[in-house]
C-alpha cells in the first residue's frame, strides 16, 4: 500500500504524529522525501538505518528508522514531503459507506445478516446460513485460487522444423 503525499513540517522526528499516517500499516517498506510543491519525479529515496543517526538536522530527513512499531528521523530545517510505501491489513468497516476490504463481500455478508436476523426473531436461518457459506465458499474461490490457476504452455514434444522446408527425416 502506499500512503497519500505526507507533509512533514519542520523538526518533527517522529512520523506518526504526521496527518495522514496510516492506522492499518503493520510495517513500512520504503519511504521517499521530496522539496514540497515539486513534481513526482523529484522524490528521492531515504535510507532505512537501524537507529536514528545522531546529528544534526539538515534540509533533508533522508534517514528512517522503523523501531517500537513508530516511524523516527532526525528532524529536517525545511518542511518536506514524504511517500511511504508499507503492508498494511484491512481497514474495519466503520460506517455504513466504508469499503469492505475486498471485491463481492457483501454476497456473504447479505446472507449471513439475514441468517443472523432471523435467528434474533426466533425463526429458522438455517437455509440462509447454507447460502451464506455458500457464497464464502464462492469468495475464497474467486479471490485467492483464481490466482493460481495454470496457464497454457506449449508442448514439451513439439515438432521440429523450419518454416518453408520440409520436416527431417530420421534414419
Same mark, same amino acid.
Given at each position: +500500500?502506499?500512503? $497519500? ?8 522526528? *517522529? *512520523? &506518526?504524529?504526521?496527518? =495522514? %499516517? ?8 520504503? +519511504? ?9 519525479? &523529484? ?11 545522531? +546529528?544534526?538536522?539538515?534540509?533533508? *530527513? ?5 523501531? =517500537? ?9 525545511? /518542511? ?5 510505501? %508499507?503492508? =498494511?491489513? *484491512? ?11 475486498? #471485491? ?11 441468517? #443472523? ?12 446460513? $447454507? @447460502?451464506?457459506?455458500?457464497? #464464502?465458499?464462492? #469468495? ?5 485460487? $483464481? ?5 497454457? !504452455? @506449449?508442448?514439451? !514434444? /513439439?515438432?521440429?522444423? /523450419?518454416? =518453408? /522446408? ?6
Amino acid at each position: +500500500m502506499q500512503t $497519500a503525499i505526507l507533509s512533514v513540517p519542520v523538526g518533527t522526528t *517522529l *512520523l &506518526n504524529s504526521v496527518a =495522514g %499516517y496510516p492506522n492499518n500499516m503493520v510495517r513500512p517498506i520504503s +519511504m521517499l522525501e521530496r522539496d514540497p510543491g515539486t513534481g513526482m519525479n &523529484n522524490f528521492i529515496d531515504m535510507i532505512e538505518t537501524a537507529f536514528v543517526p545522531i +546529528m544534526d538536522p539538515i534540509d533533508d *530527513l533522508q534517514f528512517w528508522t522503523w523501531m =517500537g512499531e513508530r516511524i523516527s528521523f532526525v528532524g529536517a530545517t525545511s /518542511s518536506r514531503e514524504v511517500l511511504l510505501r %508499507y503492508e =498494511g491489513t *484491512l481497514i474495519p468497516p466503520v460506517t455504513v459507506n466504508d469499503p469492505l476490504g475486498f #471485491l463481492q463481500a457483501e454476497n456473504y455478508l447479505g446472507p449471513k445478516t439475514a441468517a #443472523l436476523a432471523l435467528k434474533t426473531i426466533n425463526k429458522d436461518g438455517q437455509a440462509m446460513d $447454507a @447460502r451464506a457459506e455458500a457464497e #464464502l465458499y464462492e #469468495l475464497i474461490k474467486t479471490n485467492v485460487v $483464481a490466482d493460481q490457476r495454470p496457464t497454457r !504452455r @506449449r508442448g514439451y !514434444r /513439439s515438432r521440429k522444423e /523450419s518454416f =518453408g /522446408s520440409t520436416p527431417a527425416k530420421f534414419v
